[in-house]
């Protein structure tokens, strides 16, 4: 067995619910031991200033560009993540010389596959400095140099994973529900696809917060009092992002909640965590076959409301629904593990992307390695 290196993974996604820290050893192929996982919650004053800088970014033409706020919040962001990982070394009576390697995702602000621009904001040298740690960060650029969406990366982590999946009827699809959701089917064969496949919880957070004044709706609470409204769901199933020929990587902004007049507030919350459930089906379509087994990660698996529209739909194809928890992993770890995995193999100079996973031109490693000072 080739050596296994200690990476922690920092992933601060488009939720903008905080910042996840897991560690992991791996060789950066099949074999990976999962560690210790810390979710290190943004203040709400953090999230407004982020989503100041999301509209600061809409107006970027080139990767490097920090317009308005965003130089002051990269380096606010990078100052919380080395924060962050002090927090996690000393929960867990770890030195940063126990650490081989940081994996950065930093905060995306703005994506653009069409113009093959994407843009995380995260300082990967300061963020070497604070640690006293080696970091990898901007890990999706060389991914759309190449041709790619730059997204999802996590397929490389799942196809890791599905190696110690035991007693699931195969094909296996992990599908992630973060802000948006995507799905990563692995075959028989070692086939590997993966795709964004459509809006996660990101309407969810913004109708709740519109009209309810909370973040996101707890265990689908709000949802469970309200009723589906079809035109609605119609409404966004007809966008050309799921029929297109070609599958697309989404941006936070693609798909925008439904208007006030348009539904009460939990017949909001229920329409859209059944538009969730059903734009994973719909996309599931473009997959070589329908998997026999679906395991959901990612923060929206909390929301029951959520998870029962899955098993319904799915059942539909004679298909199964099971949580990561279900299949032994850690749902809310997991795009952390992945960023700490994706930056071992960063390190060897192992591909992060695949054609059948971003629609990169060939196999590409990625990311960028910041030296710690000493
Ligand atoms: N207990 C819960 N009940 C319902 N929804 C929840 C719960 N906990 C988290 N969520 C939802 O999950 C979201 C966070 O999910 P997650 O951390 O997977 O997203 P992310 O990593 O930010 O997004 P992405 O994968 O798109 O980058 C929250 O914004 C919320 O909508
Ligand atoms: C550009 C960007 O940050 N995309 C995220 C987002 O959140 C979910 C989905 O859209 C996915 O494509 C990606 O994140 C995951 C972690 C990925 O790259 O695999």
Redesign the pocket.
């Known amino acids: 067995m080739s050596e296994l290196v200690r990476a922690i993974g920092l992933?601060?996604?488009?939720?903008?619910?905080?910042i996840?820290v897991a560690m992991l050893a791996t060789d950066g192929q099949n074999v990976v031991e999962r560690g210790p996982f810390l979710?290190v919650p943004y203040d709400p004053a953090f999230r407004d200033r982020l989503k100041r800088g999301l509209e600061d970014a809409k107006t970027i033409c080139a990767r490097t560009e920090r317009s308005g706020i965003l130089a002051d919040l990269e380096r606010e962001l990078t100052l919380r993540h080395g924060d962050a990982v002090e927090r996690f070394l000393a929960l867990n009576g770890l030195n940063a010389a126990d650490i081989d390697i940081l994996g950065f995702?930093g905060q995306?602000v703005l994506h653009r596959p069409d113009d093959a621009l994407t843009v995380q904001i995260g300082d990967g040298p300061m963020l070497a400095a604070r640690t006293g740690i080696d970091v990898i960060y901007d890990m999706r650029a060389n991914d759309m140099v190449h041709g790619g969406q730059g997204a999802p990366l996590?397929p490389a982590y799942h196809a890791a994973l599905a190696q110690g999946l035991k007693g699931a009827a195969w094909p296996v699809c992990f599908v992630?529900?973060?802000?948006?959701?995507?799905l990563t089917f692995l075959g028989h064969d070692g086939e590997i696809v993966a795709f964004d496949s459509g809006p996660?919880?990101?309407l969810?957070?913004q109708w709740v917060e519109t009209h309810a004044g909370v973040?996101?709706?707890?265990?689908?609470?709000i949802a469970s009092e309200g009723r589906v409204v079809a035109s609605l769901v119609e409404r966004y199933l007809d966008s050309p992002f799921f029929t297109a020929e070609k599958r697309r990587s989404l941006d936070?902004n693609d798909f925008l909640p439904p208007e006030g007049g348009e539904a009460e507030l939990s017949d909001g919350a229920r329409t859209l965590a059944y538009l969730t459930a059903a734009a994973i089906l719909k996309s599931s379509g473009h997959l070589p076959e329908m998997p026999g087994t679906f395991v959901i990660?990612?923060?929206?698996?909390?929301?029951?409301i959520?998870m029962a529209d899955l098993r319904d739909l799915a059942a539909r194809h004679g298909s199964v629904v099971l949580s990561a928890e279900d299949a032994g992993f850690d749902?809310?770890a997991m795009?952390a593990e992945a960023w700490a995995y994706l930056a071992v193999r960063s390190l060897k100079g192992l591909p992060l992307t695949f054609p059948g996973t971003t629609g990169v031109r060939k196999p590409v490693s990625g990311g960028i390695l910041a030296r710690t000072q000493g």
């Open positions: 992933m601060s996604g488009t939720s903008m619910d905080g996840d979710a995702h995306t996590v992630n529900i973060g802000g948006i959701s995507n996660g919880n990101t969810i957070d973040p996101y709706d707890q265990g689908g609470m936070r990660c990612g923060g929206g698996r909390h929301n029951r959520i749902g809310d795009e």
